[in-house]
C-alpha cells in the first residue's frame, strides 16, 4: 500500500516534511528526531496496554515490553546520575504533576520561577489544575536576566515551602544549584521540602555534559520532557535520588522514599496505560545521547547559540541578560527596534525561519503581543549548521527587523496585528528574495529523518 493511499491525512503530513526541511526551526524547545527514534515510535508497541512496570504489569503478554522499558530506565539512569527513572510520563506537564501529587497535600506550598520571569505554565499559572490545587509562590529575575536568589531566599523563609522548584522555558543562564540547596537546607524543617529541577529545555545539555547536572548538586528530583535538546520523541521523564522499592506497595512518606512515591503518582495517580512505543523511542534516544557523538551536539549548540547571540548583538539587538549561557536567547525587539514580538514572529515566519514570540520579565500586557522573541539552537544544531551560517540568519533578521519597522511607520493602524501585517505586504519582493535564500541555506542541511521507513 503507498503511503499516500490514505491521501487526506498523508498530504498534510507530506507538506509538513517540506515545510520542515525548506525552512530553519529557530524555536528553542523543538528538534529533528532519527530514523531509529521514528522507526520505535511507528511500531506495533502501539497495539499493547503495559499498566504497571517492568515485571510487575496488570495484563499478560508483556515480555518484550517489560525489557524495552527496563532498557529506557537503566539508560536514563545512566545519562543522569539517577537512582531511579520513571520513563512513563506522557509529557513534561504530566511528569511535573506527578511530582507535584508525589510530595504535596493540596493547599502546600510551591516556590517557583513565575512565568513573566520565565517560567513554564505547569509552575503555577492560575490557568492550571495544579494552581487550583497547590500554592505556587513566584520568584522573579535580576535586571541582568539572572535568578532572582535573594527573592527566593526571602519568599522560601516566608512561605516554608514544600518544594523549591528550579525550572524555566525562557532562561539562558545555568541555575547556582549549590545556592538552591543552601537556601532549603536553611528551612526550618528542610526534610519536609524537595529540590526540584524542570530540566526540560537544557536536558540534553546535561546528557551531553556541557551544564551542571542538578542531582549532581542535591536535588531530589529532576524532570524533563524528551523531545527538546535530549533530541528523543514527545514525552516526559522524572529522575530521581534515593531507595527503589516496589512500587504497588504504599511506602512511607520520606524523601528517601522519593522514587516509590513518583512511581505511584505516575500509576495509577495520574496516567493510565504508559505509550510504551514511545518508550521505546525514548530508550532509542537515550542510547543515542549515550554515544559520545552526543557530546559534540551538546557542544556545538551552546557554541553557536554564543555565535548566534553576538552576531545579533553586532546587528544591534538587544538580548536579554546580554547573551546566553545555554542554547536560547531572548531578543528584546521592543527595544531592539520598537516593534512587538508577534508581528516579527510573523514576519519571519514569511521568510522560513520560526521562532516564537515571548513574553519578557518586564511586559506587563497581554501575553498575546509581548515585547519579545524566544530562538535557540538545538535543531539547527542537529542538523549541522554552524558558526557561519548563524551569522546568516543573523544577517536575514536585521533585514527582516528593518522591512517591520518601515511596515509600522507606513501602516496606518500599528497597533492592529493584521494592518501591519498587510503593511508588511509592500515588501513582499524583499521577503521573497530573504525567503529563496533561507531556503537554499535549510537544503543544505536536510533532515536527519522524514519518515520511519
Ligand atoms: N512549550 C515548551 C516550550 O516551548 O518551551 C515548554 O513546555
Redo the contacts with the bound molecule.
Keep these: 500500500m503507498s503511503k499516500n493511499t490514505e491521501g487526506e491525512v498523508f498530504k498534510f503530513i507530506d507538506q509538513e516534511i517540506t515545510r520542515q526541511s525548506e525552512g530553519l526551526e529557530l524555536?528553542?524547545?523543538?528538534n529533528y528526531v532519527s530514523k531509529n527514534v521514528l522507526r520505535a515510535m511507528g511500531s506495533v508497541l502501539t497495539n499493547k496496554y503495559s499498566e504497571g512496570y517492568p515485571g510487575k504489569r496488570y495484563y499478560g503478554g508483556n515480555q518484550n515490553v517489560d525489557e524495552i522499558e527496563q532498557i529506557a530506565i537503566d539508560r536514563a539512569k545512566k545519562l543522569f546520575k539517577a537512582d531511579h527513572a520513571n520513563v512513563q510520563p506522557h509529557s513534561?506537564?504530566n511528569a511535573n504533576e506527578a511530582v507535584y501529587f508525589a510530595w504535596c497535600q493540596p493547599g502546600d506550598t510551591i516556590l517557583a520561577m513565575s512565568l513573566p520571569a520565565g517560567g513554564?505554565?505547569?509552575h503555577g499559572s492560575p490557568v492550571t489544575r495544579s494552581a487550583k490545587i497547590y500554592n505556587f509562590v513566584g520568584y522573579g529575575v535580576t535586571e541582568d536576566g539572572d535568578i532572582d536568589y535573594e527573592d527566593m531566599e526571602r519568599l522560601a523563609k516566608k512561605h516554608q515551602p514544600k518544594i523549591i522548584l528550579v525550572g524555566y522555558?525562557?532562561f539562558m543562564k545555568v541555575p547556582d544549584f549549590e545556592r538552591v540547596r543552601a537556601i532549603r537546607d536553611n528551612l526550618k524543617n528542610p526534610e519536609s521540602c524537595i529540590l526540584m529541577a524542570d530540566m526540560?529545555?537544557v536536558a540534553g545539555l546535561i546528557a551531553g555534559g556541557v551544564h551542571e547536572n542538578p542531582l549532581e548538586h542535591g536535588f531530589h528530583v529532576m524532570t524533563t520532557?524528551t523531545h527538546?535538546t535530549l533530541r528523543g520523541p514527545r514525552g516526559g521523564l522524572i529522575m530521581s535520588m534515593g531507595t527503589v522499592s516496589n512500587p504497588l506497595h504504599k511506602v512511607d512518606h520520606t524523601i528517601d522514599n522519593l522514587p516509590t512515591l513518583i512511581d505511584r503518582a505516575v500509576f495509577p495517580g495520574t496516567q493510565g496505560g504508559p505509550l510504551e512505543h514511545v518508550i521505546a523511542a525514548k530508550a532509542v534516544a537515550f542510547g543515542e545521547a549515550l554515544e559520545p557523538s552526543f557530546h559534540t551536539y551538546a557542544k556545538n549548540i551552546v557554541k553557536n547559540a554564543r555565535a548566534l547571540a553576538d552576531d545579533l548583538k553586532a546587528h544591534n539587538f538587544v538580548l536579554q541578560g546580554d547573551g546566553t549561557e545555554n542554547h536560547l536567547i531572548l531578543i528584546d525587539v521592543k527595544r531592539s527596534c520598537g516593534i512587538d514580538g508577534k508581528f516579527y514572529e510573523y514576519a519571519l515566519d514569511e521568510i522560513g525561519l520560526t521562532l516564537?514570540a515571548n513574553s519578557l520579565p518586564t511586559d506587563k500586557g497581554a501575553a498575546f503581543r509581548p515585547s519579545g522573541v524566544r530562538l535557540g539552537t538545538p535543531a539547527m544544531t542537529t542538523r549541522g549548521l554552524g558558526e557561519t551560517e548563524m551569522q546568516q540568519i543573523a544577517d536575514a533578521m536585521r533585514a527582516v527587523a528593518d522591512l517591520c519597522v518601515a511596515a509600522k511607520k507606513a501602516c496606518l493602524a500599528p497597533d492592529d496585528l493584521e494592518s501591519l501585517k498587510e503593511s508588511l505586504d509592500a515588501s513582499a519582493p524583499q521577503l521573497k528574495k530573504l525567503r529563496a535564500e533561507i531556503k537554499a541555506l535549510a537544503e543544505k542541511f536536510p533532515l536527519p529523518a522524514t519518515g520511519a521507513c
Design positions: 524555536i528553542p524547545s523543538e513534561g506537564a513554564h505554565l505547569t522555558s525562557a526540560a529545555h520532557t527538546k516564537n
